[in-house]
């Protein structure tokens, strides 16, 4: 419903009210929010369908316009899916709402400037949950060339930042399990150049009994040296 102010210009309301027992008598409860920007951008959205009608066809992506408040003009059905929002929830919210790391301010800053490609933010979902996205930035204009708003193709990438990490931490393991190896064998080539009573090798000597019996301590163990550096890592205790 339109509703005068009282300045004279007309807004648009949407009124609900219900009746409600107040001190045993009956009185009318009444709500009214202001959506005359909503239903301004619902307008837009309608004057400009067949211009931009195609976004819906060609973008396999996420797709969402907003206007020059910031207001959302457009969201196609992988947006919806996205965001956890539908189409109606969606057109008319503010684009800040998504995004919980990105000041609106500073984008259309940058915008600009130009194009921005490939930016990642965090969006937060319907559902409180959020996801990781990569985005592409634009200015949106008319068929006269006048500027109207911006535009965003979104990507979610969550799953490609989870699996980078783990690459990531897998290469970390093998670098870690390289270097060890390389001190271990650093450690061995540098104990065997010594002379055999010097090498720190720690025997006890197998005599014919318990040769036969498999009894006695006739192991050869690790060196001393590979000992302490085992012995860094908790892998192995002292030497008998």
């Not at 709500?31 to 931009?52: F, G, P, Q, S």
């Not at 915008?111 to 985005?135: A, F, H, W």
């Not at 014919?208 to 012995?231: I, V």
């Amino acid at each position: 419903m339109l509703i005068k102010t009282k300045g004279g210009t007309l807004k648009t309301g949407l009124f609900s009210a219900e009746i409600i027992n107040v001190a045993g008598e009956p009185c009318l409860l009444s709500v009214m929010t202001d959506i005359t920007d909503k239903k301004r951008v619902e307008r837009e959205r309608d004057h400009h369908k067949e211009y931009t009608g195609f976004l819906y066809r060609f973008i396999p992506d996420a797709l969402i316009t907003y206007d020059l408040t910031g207001r959302i003009t457009l969201a196609n059905k992988k947006s919806t899916e996205l965001t956890g929002y539908s189409e109606t929830e969606l057109v008319g919210m503010p684009v800040r709402q998504l995004y919980q790391d990105i000041d609106f301010n500073d984008i259309i800053t940058k915008k600009s400037k130009g194009p921005l490609y490939r930016t990642e933010c965090c969006m937060r979902r319907k559902d409180s949950s959020t996801v990781i996205v990569s985005k592409n930035l634009a200015q949106l204009l008319s068929i006269e060339q006048q500027h109207i708003g911006y535009i965003e193709v979104i990507k979610d990438i969550s799953e490609i930042k989870e699996w980078q990490q783990k690459v990531f931490l897998t290469q970390r393991r093998l670098e870690d399990s390289n270097r060890t190896k390389d001190k271990f064998f650093s450690i061995i080539s540098h104990d065997i150049k010594k002379p055999v009573e010097q090498r720190g090798w720690v025997c006890a000597p197998a005599t014919r009994t318990n040769r036969q019996t498999g009894q006695g301590n006739h192991k050869r163990l690790c060196p001393n040296s590979l000992q302490n550096l085992f012995a860094k890592r908790g892998t192995v205790g002292k030497p008998a």
